[in-house]
C-alpha cells in the first residue's frame, strides 16, 4: 500500500494545543466498523457504550519528564538532550540537539553539574548513547531538571506537567503519553466499575518512534521501531476470563492495541508476558485480541492512522477524518477521542 493512501488535510488550528481544564469535557466520536455509521457524543458517555462483562485496557506507562537542557563541558555551548529508553544501568539512548558535534567523550553539564552525561557512541536514526553520572537518585534529578518531552507539533508551554500524564499512571519509562488515556478520570472509571465493566492495566512503554513520519513510499517497507512492553498474570487471567465469557475487550489507545495483539495466541487468549515489540499493524490485518478501539485523531500518514485504518477500514477512517476536520473536532495528543466499535 502507498502511504499516499493514508493522507488527509488538516488544518492547522484544528491542532489542540493546550489540554481542556475538565478531562472527560473532550468530544467523542463513535464509529460503527461494520457500517461506517457515525455518532457525535460527548466523552463521559462513553459509559453508555461498554456493557457489563467487557473490559476496558488501560497502559499505566508513566511519561518520564524526559528533556534535558544543559551545556557542553568546557565550551557553554547550549544543548538539548532527550532521554529515549535505559539500555542499562546509568546508559541510555538519547536524541541531541545539536547532535552534529555530539562526538564519543563529550561531557553535557545539567542542572550546574548536579547531573552529567558523557557520550558513549552513535546509535540508529542519529541517536547518541550516553553515560550518566551523578550524586543522589537518578529519577529524583530528573523531576527536578527535566521537562516533559511534548510532541513537536504542541507549541504552547505545558503548565501542568501533569496534565501529559495519565490519571493511572505508575511504570515510569515512557517517552510519551499513551494519550488517549488522558481523556479518563478517577471518577469516570468507578463509573465503569459501578456498571460491571472490568478494567485492566498494561504497560508499554512509548518511544519516539511514535512520531517518526514514515519516509517510505510502500508501507510494507516501513522498519517499525520497538518499544517494551509487560503484562501481569494477573491482566492476563482476567483477559481471558472475559473472552471466554463473551465480554468485549476494549483498548484504551494504539499502545494498549500493539501490546495485546503481540502477546494474544491464535485463539485470542493471553499469558504473562514481557519484551520489546515492534509490531505494525495496517490494513489487511486480522485482529485476534481487540474487539473495540478508543483512541485520538492522528496525523496524516502516520503508523497510527494505519492501525486505525486495519481495523475500521481505509476508506471508512478517511471519511471520519473528513467528518472531523468538518465537524471541528480537537487532533492529536490534546485533541477529542473516537471509539471504533
Known sequence: MDIKDFDFHLPEELIAQVPLEDRTSSRLMVMNKKTGDITHEGFKKIVSYLSPGDCLVLNDTKVLPARLIGEKEGTGAAVELLLLKQLEGDRWETLAKPAKR?????????????????C?????QGSRIMEFSYDGIFYELLDQL??????????????????????FARERGSA??????????????NELRKKGVKIAFLTLHVGLGTFRPVSVDSIEDH?????FYQLTAKT??????????????????TTSTRTLETIADEKGLFKEASGWTSIFIYPGYTFRAVDALITNFHLPKSTLIMLVSAMAGREATLAAYEEAVKEKYRFFSFGDAMLIK
Open 223 to 227: 522498519d517499525m521501531h520497538s518499544e
Open 102 to 118: 555530539l562526538k564519543p567523550g563529550t561531557v553535557l553539564v545539567f542542572g550546574n553539574g548536579a547531573l552529567k552525561a558523557t
Open 120 to 124: 558513549i557512541d552513535s546509535g540508529d
Open 176 to 189: 510519551a503519553a499513551p494519550t488517549a488515556g488522558l481523556h479518563f478520570t478517577e471518577e469516570l472509571l
Open 236 to 253: 492476563a487471567d482476567l483477559l481471558n476470563e472475559v473472552r471466554q465469557n463473551g465480554g468485549k475487550i476494549i483498548t484504551v489507545g
Open 146 to 167: 527535566g521537562d516533559m518531552p511534548l510532541p513537536p507539533y504542541i507549541k504552547e508551554k505545558l503548565e501542568d506537567r501533569d496534565r501529559y500524564q495519565t490519571v
